[in-house]
């Protein structure tokens, strides 16, 4: 526990740091917080999810991609990573990041603080509604808010039947006992139910960070978790007319085949 204290003491150190250090810097006309700090849900081990606007006469080097996804970074980033510590890891995959910009996934060595920088000409970016500030220098207008699907009818179908499908391969890796394999689909299968119930009930799409499931360690365990999935699927979708009825008694058939010793 002293050791996750004091990550967390050097952590919140780093974030004062760049809060003074970039909001002195002529280059960036906005830096927030997004992530977990910006839904007021970090904890003691969280990233730093920082999103920098860049000022136009600057934009050209700081938000250049020579590659979407690579190993290294540009000189100008590199020079600015580094004046907070020394990159012990580095990442860059700019799909991650909003129209015309950057992002680069830096772990600091010596501390293992891990920052998401976020990079984006001012003149495109908007403040994500769940933002953090640390400094503006000019107001930013802010993005709308996640919207509800206006007609989710055929999104709900796609989602059940890829649910029905990978429910029968997920059963059958279970008679084969590869419980990695398993392991990861019974997080995928939750997954899919709770976007079901968000779909069903009309509600906007909000991240949640970590994983969705219990872990289920033995083969008994994982076919009661794979059961209390379908249950939970079938009592959602019976009430939609318009679905193609479950497989349920193949789905069973497969069951039956498992042996939970």
């Known amino acids: 526990m002293h050791d996750v204290l004091e990550y967390q003491t050097q952590r919140d150190g780093l974030v004062v740091q760049l809060r003074q250090t970039l909001a002195a810097d002529q280059r960036f006309v906005a830096g927030w917080l997004v992530g977990s700090f910006g839904r007021n849900a970090a904890d003691a081990v969280s990233d730093l999810d920082l999103m920098l606007l860049v000022a136009e006469a600057a934009s050209a080097q700081l938000c250049a991609k020579p590659a979407i996804n690579r190993a290294s970074t540009t000189p100008e980033r590199a020079a600015l990573f580094t004046t907070f510590g020394p990159i012990a890891a580095l990442y860059e995959a700019h799909h991650n990041a909003p129209a015309g910009g950057t992002q680069s996934f830096v772990c600091y060595q010596g501390t293992g603080i891990m920052v998401d920088w976020t990079l984006v000409p001012a003149d495109k970016a908007q403040r994500p509604v769940d933002a953090l500030i640390l400094f503006e220098h000019e107001p930013i207008a802010v993005a709308a808010a996640p919207q509800v699907e206006p007609n989710p009818t055929e999104l709900i179908k796609e989602r059940v039947a890829f649910f029905w499908m990978m429910s029968a391969v997920t059963i059958k890796y279970l008679i084969?006992?590869?419980?990695?394999?398993?392991t990861t689909w019974l997080e995928e299968l939750q997954r899919i139910v709770l976007?079901?119930?968000?779909?069903?009930?009309?509600?906007?799409?909000?991240?949640?960070?970590?994983?969705?499931?219990?872990?289920?360690?033995?083969?008994?365990?994982?076919?009661?978790?794979?059961?209390?999935?379908?249950?939970t699927m079938l009592q959602l979708t019976s009430p939609l007319a318009e679905l193609r009825p479950a497989p349920l008694p193949e789905l069973e058939r497969l069951l039956a085949l498992v042996e939970d010793n």
């Open 176 to 182: 084969r006992r590869d419980h990695g394999f398993v």
């Open 195 to 231: 976007e079901v119930e968000r779909l069903i009930e009309q509600r906007p799409w909000s991240y949640q960070h970590g994983s969705r499931s219990q872990f289920a360690a033995t083969t008994l365990a994982q076919k009661q978790v794979i059961q209390g999935l379908i249950a």
